[in-house]
């Protein structure tokens, strides 16, 4: 009883200590290392418990956006990047019936994504 305790205490600890979260995710898009952040919005959003709620969505869109933007992207994987970074703030919608992320930033990742559209074509 004693080992599967000790067992069930170091799986719990491995997982809280490498899982990530939109705290460390967003401090990584704060310093301009959106590949590193893209990598940890995968991760994070792998996780079905993560995947039903709208930030993870939220967040997903606003990398994938600023992903898109990296000069070493060829035009075509950053059209892959911006209609993925689209959908996902449709998804927002989606599930956030009061829209509150994007009303409160006045729709700019909208806007940005516009721009980014437009500078591709």
């Known amino acids: 009883m004693k080992r599967l305790f000790f067992i069930s205490v170091l799986l719990a600890g491995y997982c809280t200590g490498f899982s ?8 990584q898009m704060g310093k301009g290392d959106f590949r590193k952040a893209k990598e940890g919005i995968d991760k994070y959003m792998s996780s079905p418990k993560y995947a039903a709620t709208s930030d993870g969505w ?14 070493l992207l060829s035009m075509e994987d950053a059209l892959k990047f911006k209609i993925e970074a689209f959908n996902d703030f449709k998804k927002v919608q989606e599930m956030d019936k009061l829209d509150l992320r994007l009303k409160v930033e006045n729709y700019l990742s909208y806007f940005d994504l516009y721009n980014g559209f437009f500078d591709l074509g």
Not at 20 to 27: H, R, V
Not at 58 to 65: A, C, D, E, T
């Open 58 to 71: 939220y967040f997903k869109g606003r990398i994938y956006n600023a992903f898109s933007k990296d000069s």
């Open 20 to 27: 990530q979260s939109l705290d460390d995710i967003n401090e």
